[in-house]
């Protein structure tokens, strides 16, 4: 696996996949169970990854440049 996910996008995604999972803190009733989706955007941000991007072609990485 490639990674496919930048800096930016993965601080984006720790973000968002830490406020869907304080959704399991502040709503009552079978609805606090939404929060779990947010374990996809902080599994993703962990590995660097994201299987969505590369079928869409998406790459949000800086490109690396060798020098010799």
Do not use: H
């Amino acid at each position: 696996m490639k990674a496919n996910v930048g800096n930016i996008d993965r601080a984006l995604r720790v973000v968002v996949g830490l406020g869907l999972l304080s959704l399991l803190f502040l709503l009552e009733g079978d609805a606090k169970w939404y929060g779990l989706i947010g374990i996809v955007p902080l599994l993703t941000a962990g590995m660097g990854f994201c299987p969505l991007y590369s079928v869409l072609g998406v790459n949000t990485c800086s490109a690396r440049v060798k020098q010799a």
